[in-house]
């Protein structure tokens, strides 16, 4: 993150999983029209090809570990907290690789005093330091606890900065590569690596460094890079930035003051790092498959930017403030002692301005593609299936035993590289319907860069699968697909599939699949209305089909197409399932990200056809439904259902636990692995459970309502 640069041009018998939050993030957002992001000039060459096929084996160690990787220093502590805190929290332990040197013009700006004289190398050196004092906290230590301060080798011969921090058994390394973020020439930099065929970029030199010389990089060094770090720590968990922000129109001073790239909701530099991330993490992948090796198994998230300003906030004062006070000691102090000569933080960032900043940045946590954790379905013989997405592939887990909770080594379904989440449908016969976003390009340096919406479907209920199938996408040109949403799909009582997914234009399009495998095309569902991704789809009890998704001010609302009035003002992830008798139509929970969620109940709600919407509204803990407090307070996806005990919500608490509400009991889970991503919602003959990812890229099940709440995986 840089404010201050100016950036470059129906189910199987009696178990279910219901429906629930649709992830419609926060209220607001950009409008938009496109030009780089990671665009690209004519093609000259294409990067690993997509492949599909499935039977790969994959590696399965059940370690955790966490890698993340920014484009400058802060991009992690602004867009990825609260979620890499909270995994920091549980022990995983962090490497956090920086891209650029994050010098900028070499001025670190104090708030009332004069400029100082530009010296790159010690404002990122000032910067490096900011990221040491925020770990150190960020562990429970004093803010200017020493770190273990030298070089790493990387491919071709190339050396990076390594600093270590060590407490109770938790780990922090943060590797600093140090290419240049802008320049006197301002094509020198990530964007252009990016786009260019032929050019090569120096690495600074910070101050007070163990590494004492630079190195060059271009496009292809910097994946190679970028890859062996991968293969080095192997991690389990992956985040990084957003390779394709929302299309954003604005005028040229509102661009400049906004830090944003022509066209589109983020910094250049966020992109291009983004594009590079994604790229390496898809080579990574195919060259152990080309290896003969295991697929890597790590579960990938990828963060929205300066999005974040655009539209409504979606993080409760409480976890606000945990956000905002990381962010003070980074910032630092030019009072404070902090034993390096060249800076004690980047002074423009600290105190209070993370929270003054009109920008708004740090007041919401947005996933580009917002997902409700595993696709759970029951199988014939009364096992459940879960169905995820781990290595860039879709993978299937199957439980052991009826009941247990417990599941066997993950079987690769192939379709890769995908995105992270995956949609879901059951078919009226039991049969699986499975639908991603694949990357059917990212090449840069002139290559192509693609997505579609892709399809898997089952031959049988609990069985085998047939090959892969692309669906296209609603958009015209690679630059505009690349912008589309999560796929989400709801069975209607006809047999008929119901397919959505956000557009490049922030409205909902759809395909329908007939009774008999017949696919429409694809259309808009208009109405002129801007929504966020994380959609919901579901059936009511006189077979409509509803899709919510949290606009900026209200949540939209189609019933059989055709625009409803809107819903009240929610900010984020909205849920919703259908009065007494009614089906989800999904073998699923789903769940936007961040603050204003809404979920449903049993009961109707005035306005939404045969609903109960729960939701929050922005930057507000309590969950709402109907205008009443459901007693559910948290922040991030909600999911929802309804048994005979009630309404049963699935969540996170203040503090980013799994908790889950049944009629008047709550439960918080307290065991077991770390849960990355949303969970989903099942209901079994014995009670709800919720089923998710952990940081060791594995399912865990909790059964809350059996008495002591354990947590298998």
Known sequence: ?????????????????????????????????????????????????????????????RRAQLL?????????????NPDTQRMLDAGVPLVSVYVTAGEHTGKNWIQGMPETAPDKAAYSSARHQGLRQA????????????????????????????????????????????????????????????????????????????????????????????????????????????????????????????????????????TAVACFSWAALIRWVAGTARSGGTIPAFVATAFRGYYNRHWPKNLPPQVLKEKADNLVPYGGDPSWQCGNPSGCGDYGVGGDRPLTNKKGWVRATHH?????????????????????????????????????GRWGEPEDLGGGPLAPAL??????????????????????????????????????????FLAW??????????????RIGVPVAVTAPDGRVHLFVRDADKGVSTRVREADGAWSAWRALGGGVEVQDGLNAVVDEA????????????????????????????????AAVPGPGGTSGSPRGTAGTGGAEGTAGTGGAGGSGGLAVYYRAPAAKELLSGGRNASFDGYGPVAAAADAHGTVLLGRDLRGRIQLRRGDRLWTRTQG?????????????????????????????????????????
């Open 543 to 574: 077979g409509r089909v509803h899709v919510l998704a949290a606009g900026r001010e209200s949540v939209a609302h189609w019933i059989d197409g055709t625009l409803a009035d809107p819903l009240p003002l929610a900010g984020d992830p909205v």
């Open 469 to 482: 199938r692309g669906l296209g996408s609603p958009e015209r040109g690679d630059d505009r697909g690349r």
């Open 368 to 404: 580009r593609w917002p997902g409700a954790g595993p696709a759970v379905v029951e199988r014939p013989d009364g096992r459940l299936d879960a169905f995820g997405v781990l290595g860039l592939r879709a993978v299937r887990w199957r439980e052991t035993e009826e009941g247990s």
């Open 1 to 61: 993150m840089d404010d201050r640069s100016e950036p470059r041009t129906g189910l199987p018998r009696r178990r279910r999983v219901l429906a629930a939050a649709i992830g419609a993030a926060a209220l607001a957002g950009p409008l938009a029209a496109g030009l780089t992001g990671c665009s690209v000039p004519a093609s000259r060459r294409t990067g690993p090809t997509a492949d599909p096929a499935p039977g790969m084996p994959i590696a399965s160690s």
């Open 68 to 80: 993340q990787i920014a484009a400058h220093p802060d991009d992690d502590l602004y867009f990825m």
């Open 673 to 713: 692995t770390a849960a990355v991503q949303a969970a989903a919602l099942c209901l079994v003959p014995g009670g709800p459970l919720a089923v998710g990812l952990g940081a060791d890229a594995h399912p865990w099940v909790w059964r809350p309502a059996d008495g002591s709440g354990p947590s298998h995986s």
């Open 423 to 464: 949609g879901s449908a059951t078919l009226l016969d039991g049969r699986v319907l499975l639908f991603g976003v694949r990357f059917a390009a990212l090449a840069g340096h002139g290559g192509p860069n693609r997505r579609e919406v892709v399809l898997l479907e089952q031959r049988s209920p609990g069985g085998p």
């Open 135 to 270: 770990y150190a906290t960020l562990l429970g230590l004093d803010v200017f606890t020493p770190w273990q301060k030298g070089t790493t080798p990387l491919s071709g011969g190339r050396s990076a900065e390594i600093n270590t921090l060590t407490h109770g058994g938790r780990r922090v390394e943060l590797i600093f590569l140090n290419l240049p973020m802008h320049t006197s020439r301002r094509y020198m930099a990530l964007p252009a690596l990016w786009d260019d065929r032929a050019l090569e970029l120096r690495t600074h030199l910070s101050a007070d460094s163990p590494v004492d010389r630079s190195d060059t990089y271009d496009h292809d060094q910097l994946i190679e890079v970028l890859v062996g770090l991968l293969d080095r720590y192997r991690p389990t968990v992956v985040q990084t930035l957003d390779p394709d922000p929302d299309i954003q129109l604005s005028d040229e001073a509102t661009r400049k003051r906004d830090s944003e790239q022509p066209g589109y909701s983020d910094h250049g530099d966020h």
